[in-house]
């Protein structure tokens, strides 16, 4: 399968199984050239992963266990992450381009500055994460994904998707969300409503948003009210 339907989004996978395509086991995601490609990695724990101005081009990273995990300035384009466990996340003025993180826990991460192109979320752990000033450059998707208490701060998220996902306290700050797409969700428990501006969703979910909205508003109730 190489690409994935969610809503109105087609994301575009690595293509790891092509005929002819042999990955290479590595011990180090590191390399002097600043490149390292046609590659698989994993199957290890690290104290630190740390990566700046690298570029990882078709590979698959799996069962990689790390305490620190920082991208700064990194381009990967056709890699995939599964069943990860990768703490202390920070990924800074990268860009990725048909990257998968699927089955992965990526909690308390903060992205920065990153730009998406044909990225997929899949069954990932992501509370308490902060996306700041995400870009949405090609398809975007977020796929039974925990966002728990996450936050999206000056993001652009123009065609995205969330499918299916959990988004207790998830909070949305100003950014552009034209053609969000949010139907498949529960809204009830969403913060900064007011900044979702010209998103998708279903007819039955307008009363979701009004809930959000009223419990964000901290209103009170006429006849709650002590008529003392």
């Known amino acids: 399968m190489n690409s994935i339907t969610l809503g109105r989004v087609?994301?575009?996978l690595p293509r790891l199984n092509e005929p002819g395509l042999y990955l290479s086991n590595v011990t180090t995601l590191d390399s002097a050239r600043g490149l390292v490609q046609d590659f698989?990695?994993?199957d290890t724990e690290l104290r630190d992963l740390a990566l700046a101005g690298t570029r990882l081009i078709t590979g698959r990273v799996t069962g990689l266990r790390a305490d620190r995990f920082q991208l700064d300035q990194v381009r990967l384009d056709s890699v995939e992450f599964d069943?990860?466990?990768l703490a202390a996340v920070r990924i800074t003025d990268s860009k990725l381009s048909r990257v998968v993180f699927r089955n992965c826990k990526i909690m308390g991460a903060a992205i920065i500055g990153t730009a998406?192109?044909?990225v997929l979320f899949d069954n990932?752990?992501?509370d308490y994460s902060t996306f700041e000033k995400l870009r949405a450059a090609g398809p975007v998707a977020f796929t039974k994904c925990v966002l728990t208490e996450a936050s999206f701060?000056?993001?652009d998220l123009t065609g995205a998707v969330l499918d299916t996902c959990t988004l207790r306290l998830t909070e949305f700050g100003r950014g552009n969300y034209q053609g969000f797409d949010l139907r498949g969700n529960d809204l009830t428990g969403l913060r900064g409503v007011a900044h979702l501006a010209k998103v998708v969703i279903d007819r039955a979910q307008q009363a979701e948003?009004?809930?959000?909205l009223i419990s964000e508003l901290d209103v009170t109730f006429a006849d709650t009210l002590d008529d003392r």
Do not use: F, I, R, W
């Open 209 to 212: 948003l009004a809930e959000a």
């Open 10 to 12: 087609t994301v575009t």
């Open 40 to 42: 698989q990695y994993g």
């Open 124 to 126: 990932c752990k992501l």
């Open 153 to 155: 701060t000056g993001c």
């Open 116 to 118: 998406l192109d044909n």
């Open 83 to 85: 069943t990860c466990d």
